[in-house]
């Protein structure tokens, strides 16, 4: 379908809509664009696209991959507002694999003109020209570089890219997602006599789904604590000149992270998940002493949508970001 | 082999954890003893012990707290338990079932006194109760006591902490004290009332709740006001012609008829939640966001709240109660058939006042009609600002349906803002029609707030009485309903039931506004 084709359709539906009343207002304050990959997440990710672009009054572009038989479509979809009934447009483009950036024409021309766009980038590829093209036209970009193979590729990308340009406004869902696992991780050394024992940390544990989430949680202990990584190996360098060790434990198909443990020199303290709560303890000459804590995570949508329509910059997610991608890149 | 043992959390200090700088925590970091007088009132059940387990699940109760219920009926603590876990299951929203480790952690935090609130016996209990939490969930002898029993025994319960030594001079933390409505029935009462606590608790221990001061949209009104260039100009006699603030009930007294016929819909809403709101929408700005900055504001309206004259009270306040009709398609029963209710009732279901405000900014010509009532035709809470028209129509008559701007701020059901303005109509004529833009809350930012109680509980613990009425204010506002009360206690409404259920209120409400030429926004 060419956008000529594309545009006149638009400009049907909303012909077809008034006509039937059916309208309560057109949302068409930003374009929202989406890149879904062929993932087994990929309806849920639409789906939660739909209601962004309901909320924030925006026309949806979805970039799907396309197997060759994926066709350009063009509809329209409704949703409520509070007291109102709000539509939206949403235009769906394939991604061919063989050219990917084939498609930034078209994004181009259906871009509502001199509005912002902002650009979820739900998959792999941070180092396509497709996202380096879809870059420049958004305002506010998500990527999750969790979804990146298990070799942290996507923190590095990610870091590479923040380093050419360092005023994108850039988040990652990887670092967004884990803000409770840092809020557990300071918890476990809020009393006074604990805080002091972190001077002698030895060694930072993180288990779960994907490295870049671990190493994220890290590379911010890392930056609280003021530490560099050192050149040679995956360890972090204290301002003192001591060695702090990272290891990531992978375990497939559990939560984005399961357990963070941090050894120091007599004791291990850990946040493990259960279920919706998470188990703090401290473990010392063989006793363990711990409490539960209710562990409270947002939806992935809300997550994005607050990076998109409104977070500020954060510091700590650049210089974590910076350590991250150091402790996973040799 | 290891074993586990539980530990209370630690004191939260930022300052010396290094992981904690620059994390964001709403998490209430003192820890105390939350004490329930009335723990087994429908208030207890429905709102307050959901709004605690909700503030533990959304992580937001201090690590260390401890909860106790006191009540006349014989519960052991397991009874107690028990019945909360059913509440919550009920009425808790959006926390899941009450069950797993972090059910665990709080029902074990729970415990329960029974006797009377006159009884010195369960007042040492209480004692007893307090110091275990202090050794065990480690509160560091911080207490809230919450009164959430019939307003009768205030006094009572206060006078009791005193005399067993559990008030503010004797407790080891700091000691609060939160009062439900009504404070007192009338300004007598409200006084007797407040010299009782005041005896004991000061005005910064004192939290009287006003829960429609919990809802989003009224501190979204603050922000409307203060964070906006665009309104606060217009916000005047010059530009505002009449304000009408609106809670209204398709509801009728359901199993309240033995409170509700001696209260009436002027104590029950109209002294407390609507005379609030008016002072929000009418205050002048705060020096700051300080409770007691925007508190000194609020109380400053009601100083200026013009007296109603004696003798002229119907052109002022006009009351109403329901007879039978129907409503959502339901049959509903006339008041005074309502349970608990005697059968010729003189009590107002429905009562609505006209006020003028003398100040720089109302200069008294502004009317604020205040209006409430139960079983109306539409379950409503707005406040509506009414601008005044354009000096002059350049587009003579071609615009029929041409209006003066409005602000509506939406309370209840659904919480948002709208605000109507005129636009020209597509065409070659020049018809101006009225369009509004509107404002939804909940999907315009994605998130809900916080349910009333649940920001009003953690306010209290906080320390934090921005949300909480001072006793200047309610005094001001006894003063200013208490001449309509007496006068409608003393004169039998010959009337009622004078509107249906279901419908719009009486015509006399409407014919206190016509006379202005005015009309009541539609419910
Ligand atoms: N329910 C609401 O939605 C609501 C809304 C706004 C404000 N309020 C206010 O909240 C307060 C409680 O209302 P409610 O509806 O929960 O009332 P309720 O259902 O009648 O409960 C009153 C509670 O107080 C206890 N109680 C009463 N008299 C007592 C006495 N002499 N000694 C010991 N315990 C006594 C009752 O338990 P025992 O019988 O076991 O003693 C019960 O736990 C009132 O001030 C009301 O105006 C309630």
Not at chain 2, 306 to 322: L, S
Request: net charge negative; charged share 25%.
């Amino acid at each position: 379908m060419s956008v000529e084709t594309i545009v006149a359709e638009l400009h049907r539906l909303r012909e077809a809509q008034s006509d039937h009343e059916v309208m309560g207002s057109t949302a068409a304050t930003s374009t929202l664009i989406v890149r879904c990959a062929a993932a087994p997440n990929a309806t849920g990710v639409s789906e939660a696209a739909r209601r962004m672009a309901i909320a924030h009054g925006a026309r949806l572009i979805l970039l799907i991959s396309g197997k060759g038989n994926v066709q350009a479509n063009v509809c329209a979809f409704c949703g409520r507002e509070g007291t109102e009934t709000v539509c939206c447009e949403q235009i769906t483009l394939p991604v061919d694999a063989g050219d990917p950036s084939a498609v930034l024409g078209d994004v181009d021309q259906l871009l509502l003109q001199g509005l912002p766009g902002y650009l979820w980038w739900n998959g792999r590829g941070l180092d396509q020209p497709l996202f380096s093209g879809l870059r420049r036209t958004a305002k506010r970009i998500v990527v999750d570089t969790s979804v990146e193979d298990g070799d942290g590729a996507g923190l590095v990308e990610l870091q590479r890219i923040l380093e050419r340009e360092p005023h994108a406004r850039l988040w990652d869902l990887a670092w967004l997602r884990n803000a409770p696992w840092r809020e557990m991780a300071a918890r476990l050394f809020d009393d006074p006599a604990r805080a002091k024992t972190l001077a002698s940390l030895e060694a930072v544990e993180v288990e779960g789904e994907a490295l870049a989430d671990a190493a994220l949680i890290a590379g911010w202990i890392g930056t609280q604590l003021g530490y560099a990584v050192s050149k040679k190996s995956a360890q972090f360098k204290t301002p003192t000149g001591g060695r702090v060790s990272f290891t990531y434990a992978r375990s497939a198909g559990s939560e984005s992270v399961e357990r963070i443990r941090l050894r120091v020199r007599d004791a291990t303290f850990q946040a493990e998940r259960q279920g919706n709560s998470v188990f703090l303890s401290v473990r010392s000459g063989g006793e363990q002493r711990g409490r539960c804590e209710p562990f409270v995570q947002c939806a992935t949508e809300q997550l994005v949508s607050d990076a998109l329509f409104g977070l500020g910059a954060e510091s700590a997610f650049r210089q974590s970001l910076k350590l991250a991608a150091r402790l996973v890149s040799r | 082999m290891t074993t586990t043992t539980t530990v209370a959390a630690p004191r939260v200090d930022g300052e010396q954890n290094p992981l904690r700088a620059g994390l964001p925590s709403s998490r209430i970091t003192d820890p105390c003893t939350i004490v329930l007088f009335g723990a087994t009132g429908d208030l207890t059940m429905r709102m307050l012990m959901p709004a605690l387990y909700s503030l533990r699940v959304h992580d937001m109760l201090p690590a260390d707290f401890a909860i106790v219920g006191y009540s006349r009926t014989q519960w052991s603590d397991d009874q107690f338990r028990e019945a909360m876990k059913r509440s919550i299951q009920q009425f808790g929203a959006d926390v899941g079932a009450p069950e797993g480790a972090i059910w665990d952690d709080f029902v074990r935090r729970l415990s329960y006194i029974s006797g009377d609130f006159d009884d010195v016996a369960c007042y040492e209990s209480l004692r007893k109760h307090l110091e275990e939490d202090l050794s065990e969930f480690q509160t560091r002898g911080n207490v809230l006591y919450y009164l959430a029993t019939p307003p009768v025994v205030f006094g009572e319960i206060v006078k009791h902490l005193d005399l067993a030594k559990l008030g503010p001079e004797d407790t080891k933390g700091w000691c609060r004290l939160v009062i439900e409505k009504p404070f007192g029935t009338d300004l007598v009462s409200a006084r007797k009332l407040q010299s009782q606590i005041e005896r004991v608790f000061s005005e910064k221990q004192i939290y009287r709740i006003d829960h429609y001061l919990g809802k989003e949209p009224v501190q979204d009104l603050l922000a409307l006001r203060f964070s906006n260039v665009i309104f606060e100009p217009l916000w005047n006699y010059r530009y505002i012609k009449s304000v009408q603030i609106t809670a209204a009930e398709t509801v009728g007294v359901e199993q309240r008829g033995g409170y509700y016929d001696r209260a009436g819909a002027l104590r029950d809403m109209i002294q407390n939640h609507v005379i609030n709101l008016m002072t929000l929408v009418a205050m002048e700005p705060p020096v700051s966001a300080d409770a007691d900055a925007l508190r000194d504001e609020k109380f400053k309206v009601l100083r200026a709240t013009r007296p109603i004259p004696a003798g002229r009270m119907d052109e002022f306040a006009v009351r109403g109660q329901y007879g039978e009709g129907e409503v959502a398609g339901k049959e509903a029963p006339a008041y005074r058939s309502e349970p608990d209710v005697g059968a010729k009732s003189n009590t107002e279901t429905f009562a609505a006042v006209k006020l003028s405000i003398d100040n720089w900014r109302w200069g008294g010509q502004v009317p604020f009609y205040l209006r409430s009532g139960k079983r109306l035709k539409r379950k409503n809470s707005e406040i509506a600002i009414e601008f005044r028209n354009v000096p002059h129509r350049l587009f003579g008559e071609m615009g029929d349906q041409f209006e003066a701007n409005s602000l509506v701020v939406r309370i209840q059901p659904e919480e948002g803002i709208s605000l109507s303005f005129n636009a020209k109509y597509p065409g070659q004529a020049m018809h101006i029609r009225t369009v509004s833009m509107d404002f939804a809350y909940g999907s315009g930012f994605g998130t809900k707030g916080a349910p009333a109680y649940e920001r009003l509980l953690a306010d209290a613990m906080r320390g934090n009485q921005t949300l909480f009425t001072r006793w200047d204010a309610v005094e001001a506002a006894w003063e200013v309903v208490t001449p309509v009360l007496e006068y409608w206690e003393d004169t039998r409404a010959k009337d009622f039931p004078n509107y249906a259920a279901g419908s719009q209120g009486p015509k006399a409400a409407d014919e206190l506004l016509a006379r202005e030429g005015e009309a009541w926004r539609q419910l």
